[in-house]
């Protein structure tokens, strides 16, 4: 099915560990994004690649990288999980033009222990 | 930078009766997108409707309708003829068309659970 694939569905780290959220589209999105949720602050942007080859920090980049692999992959790296980190993690991807919505990945529910 | 505001943590509705869903946003901007989101709890996130801030006439999509007023920076969302499964987390979101830092981004509030009571 065409859309926004992420991986993994659940992880539970230990604090001081590292890890890499996988994102894929293959609807030849040009713009993707990484966002987190936490109860009672709705989603909040960490990073975006409006297109290949670029990415820039969002609301709450710290203690996270990104790579943009190609056109389709778009990953999310936490190089020392904190307990703070623990959230719902969110991939998404859009044509790259304002006048549409995203298209969002399942979440990935990440505890840090 | 703009901010979007949902100011009901929780809403409940009676099944085949009408709620509104409230969000006010914050933005110097003229140009840009209005959204709801609809999250159930299988974590999916799916777009119920969205709003070009040009446009004057409500977006309607099925049961669903905006109260969209532009000079209040307000934009309601209506689900009328509630059904079992609409319960779920609503979010709106902003998204700018101006270009510049905030261009493409969306920026969202912090959600309201409605639950549908039959």
């Known amino acids: 099915n065409a859309g926004v694939t992420q991986t993994p569905k659940f992880q539970v780290l230990k604090t001081g560990q590292s890890m890499t959220l996988q994102c894929a589209q293959d609807?030849?999105?040009?713009?993707m994004y990484w966002y987190r949720q936490d109860p009672g602050m709705g989603l909040r942007l960490i990073y975006y690649s409006a297109s290949e080859g670029t990415t820039d920090k969002g609301e709450v980049p710290n203690g996270y990288n990104v790579s943009r692999l190609n056109k389709r992959e778009f990953s999310l790296r936490l190089e020392s999980a904190a307990p703070s980190q623990t959230s719902v993690y969110f991939c998404?991807?859009?044509?790259?033009?304002?006048?549409?919505?995203?298209?969002f990945g399942s979440g990935t529910r990440l505890t840090v222990v | 930078a703009q901010t979007v505001t949902q100011s009901q943590p929780e809403m409940s509705v009676q099944e085949a009766e009408t709620v509104t869903l409230s969000c006010t946003y914050d933005t110097s901007e003229s140009d840009y997108y209005l959204f709801w989101y609809k999250q159930p709890p299988s974590r999916q996130m799916i777009l119920v409707i969205r709003?070009?801030?040009?446009?004057?006439q409500n977006a309607t999509e099925n049961r669903f309708s905006v109260n969209f007023q532009k000079a209040a920076k307000s934009f309601s969302l209506k689900i009328s003829d509630s059904q079992l499964g609409d319960a779920a987390m609503y979010f709106c979101?902003?998204?700018?068309?101006?270009?510049?830092?905030?261009?493409?981004?969306?920026?969202f509030g912090q959600g309201t659970i409605l639950t549908v009571h039959p």
């Open positions: 609807m030849n999105h040009n713009s």
């Open positions: 709003q070009e801030a040009y446009k004057q």
């Open positions: 979101a902003y998204r700018s068309r101006v270009g510049g830092t905030s261009y493409g981004k969306l920026t």
């Open positions: 998404a991807s859009s044509v790259g033009t304002a006048n549409y919505g995203y298209t």
